[in-house]
């Protein structure tokens, strides 16, 4: 457990950091852009690593329960994260979706993380996933106090209206049925795809 609090830790707050625009404005003028990004990177990365690791010998040696989910939240956690992949997808294809949500990255972020702490009642998955939605609340207030969108992907274009809203809901679906059916089970290992 406690290489996953690392891990959560260095990345989480290097994440939050970037919403302190005061201290992270002070830092890149020190050191300046360039190794700022490298070092934010660097540090995401490292902490991406240890979550990885924590989380995975957390569910091998130190499994603990704290309630039990009823099986259809595992349904349900299944339809919200579709709906998280189509948020994250609308980021990068701006439409009414996107102008709608704002974020559409940060309210995917929080979707699934909702999802997860609904379907899994461990000590780890709610550290986890509660920690990551403590996270995206946080950067979305934080965005919007600054009243601004932060873009998430390549130049910013205006909406294109209902076609991009279309192609995020396909992209979306076909992302997330790929993932929850084929790759959750291989990089996570956990089947969460019903029958399997």
Not at 38 to 67: E, M, P, T
Not at 99 to 105: A, D
Not at 161 to 167: E, F
């Amino acid at each position: 457990m406690a290489i996953l609090i690392l891990g959560l830790a260095t990345f989480l707050g290097t994440h939050l950091f970037t919403v302190a625009r005061g201290p992270r404005a002070d830092l890149i003028a020190r050191i300046g852009e360039g190794p700022y990004k490298i070092l934010y990177s660097v540090l995401s990365l490292v902490g991406l690593v240890l979550i990885g690791q924590g989380y995975g010998a957390y569910r091998r040696d130190g499994w603990i329960d704290v309630w039990y989910p009823p099986v259809w939240t595992k349904h349900l956690g299944l339809l919200l994260v579709l709906i998280a992949f189509i948020c994250v997808v609308s980021a990068y294809v701006p439409g009414r979706i996107k102008t709608t949500l704002k974020h559409p990255m940060l309210a995917g972020v929080k979707i699934w993380a909702v999802s997860h702490l609904l379907s899994n009642g461990d000590l780890g998955s709610i550290l986890l996933f509660g920690s990551i939605l403590v996270w995206a609340v946080i950067a979305r207030i934080g965005a919007k106090r600054r009243n601004e969108v932060v873009p998430h992907a390549g130049p910013a274009v205006a909406p294109a209206g209902w076609r991009n809203d279309a192609a995020a809901v396909v992209v979306g679906g076909v992302a997330w049925f790929v993932f929850a059916r084929y790759l959750h089970p291989l990089w996570i290992g956990v089947n969460v795809w019903p029958g399997t």
